[in-house]
Each structure stands twice: as C-alpha cells, then as structure tokens.
C-alpha cells in the first residue's frame, strides 16, 4: 500500500511560517489525492486541507483560509502544507493521508482517506 511520512513540525512563535511535508511511497497511484489533517490533545482529528493528483485543485477549511496554502509535486510525490500566520490554536499533530475516492474535495470527514501518516507535531506559542 502508501506509505506517508510527514515532517517539518516544530515549535514556532504565533505569527511564524511552518512548511509541512508529506512524502509517500509505494501504490500512490492507487489514490486520488492527498489530504492534511491535525488532531489536538482531547479534539477530534479535523480535515484542514486536501489537494488532487490529477487536476491539482485544492480545498481547505474555513479556518485556515488565506494562511495555509497546499501544493504538490506529483514527481516526487510530495505534498507540502505552507503555514503561515500561526497561532496557537493552529497547535496539533498534523497527518496527512491519501484520499480513496474520486470527487473527493470538499471531503466528509475520515471515511474519505485510506493511509496515514504519523504526524508531525506543530506547537504555536503565544
């Protein structure tokens, strides 16, 4: 199957720049696409933005919108999670996982991915 791996978490002062990555490997091609996800200590893990392989078009959450930015390199099977403008609230480990159906953006939630990543941790200081 895919196998993702995430980096580039760390801890940034609010108002910082983080850029997440998320490489995959193996049957990528078996997915429509890419989606990043964060989970807060005693949250629910929430869908923050997703991005398909094919056409390249993107989706995040209302929350994020105008600071967060997805993007791809459908050669290095990469995607990429800019962050700016962080706050605390933005504080979570973050996932990405790959999408299992076409149409998939906006997705519904968890029932919409396969494979996950560890997660990297972001941690925004006030």
């Known amino acids: 199957q895919v196998q993702l791996v995430e980096s580039g978490g760390g801890l940034v002062q609010a108002g910082g720049s983080l850029r997440l990555s998320c490489a995959a490997s193996?049957?990528?091609?078996?997915?429509?696409?890419m989606g990043w996800f964060r989970q807060a200590p005693g949250k629910e893990r929430e869908f923050v933005a997703g991005i398909s392989w094919s056409s390249g078009n993107t989706y995040s959450t209302d929350s994020v919108k105008g600071r967060f930015t997805i993007s791809k390199d459908n050669a290095k099977n990469t995607v990429y999670l800019q962050m700016n403008s962080l706050k605390p609230e933005d504080t979570a480990v973050y996932y990405c996982?790959?999408?299992?159906?076409?149409?998939?953006?906006?997705?519904?939630?968890?029932?919409?991915?396969?494979?996950w990543g560890q997660g990297t941790q972001v941690t925004v200081s006030s």
């Open positions: 996982a790959t999408s299992s159906r076409n149409n998939w953006l906006p997705p519904r939630g968890l029932s919409d991915f396969n494979s």
């Open positions: 193996g049957r990528t091609f078996s997915s429509y696409g």
